[in-house]
């Protein structure tokens, strides 16, 4: 005769197993929705960085660029205070 198990172990085996697996799905979840939390912050944080960088900062050719057209103004405004201060065009003595 096999010898048979009684029908309270299996099912105290396979209830056990079963809240086993349900724990670990509940904890794997509570994990996951922490995981995506942190991921949504950080989203957020470099979200915030990039238009902190769009407002304060430009680009190195635009700025060249203001910085050209500056320099031009700057001096028409110098030719303009020498021709009318000195009474002469610093451009025509060569």
């Known amino acids: 005769m096999e010898p048979v198990l009684p029908l309270s172990i299996v099912i105290s085996v396979v209830g056990g197993a079963a809240a086993g697996f349900l724990t670990l799905g509940r904890k794997f979840g ?3 929705m922490r995981q995506d939390s942190r991921i949504e912050k950080i989203d957020h944080r470099v979200d915030a960085m990039e238009l902190k960088l769009a ?3 430009i680009e190195k050719g635009d700025l060249q660029a203001m910085m050209e057209r500056l320099e031009d ?3 028409r405004v110098d ?3 020498d021709r009318i ?3 002469y ?3 025509a003595l060569g």
């Open 55 to 57: 407002k304060d900062y």
């Open 73 to 75: 103004r700057m001096e």
């Open 30 to 32: 509570e994990l996951e």
């Open 85 to 87: 201060l000195l009474g």
């Open 89 to 91: 065009d610093r451009d």
């Open 79 to 81: 030719n303009k205070l």
